[in-house]
Nanobody, 114 residues
Framework: QVQLVESGGGLVQPGGSLRLSCAVSGTIFSLNHMGWYRQAPEKQRELVAGITSGGSTNYADSVKGRFTISRDNVKNTVYLQMNSLKPEDTAVYYC????????WGQGTQVTVSS
């Protein structure tokens, strides 16, 4: 079955950086659109970034210029590099597969606080 396993979350100070990883198994990774969503307390889940099978990317306006999504089709892994983190980036971050999205990871907590 398809599995998405995120890692890399944690506590970071404002202005700091984190890199999230999502390892995918059970499907042909290279053919799939991948994304990162987040959900902050008492807020709706929102799309953060997406990357097509061909490598085209899109970002939420709130993270443009600070976050970078990338993929490694050999390691079957998608990444989210997050720089210049702000307290409002605090959320649970989810890796997704497919345009639906069709599959979700379990989520990883990112907390930005001094």
């Amino acid at each position: 079955q398809v599995q998405l396993v995120e890692s890399g979350g944690g506590l970071v100070q404002p202005g700091g950086s984190l890199r999230l990883s999502c390892a995918v198994s059970g499907t042909i990774f290279s053919l799939n659109h991948m994304g990162w969503y987040r959900q902050a307390p008492e807020k709706q889940r929102e799309l953060v970034a997406g990357i097509t099978s061909g490598g085209s990317t899109n970002y939420a306006d709130s993270v443009k210029g600070r976050f970078t999504i990338s993929r490694d089709n050999v390691k079957n892994t998608v990444y989210l590099q997050m720089n210049s983190l702000k307290p409002e980036d605090t959320a649970v971050y989810y890796c997704t597969l497919g345009y639906g999205p069709n599959y979700w990871g379990q989520g990883t907590q990112v907390t930005v606080s001094s």
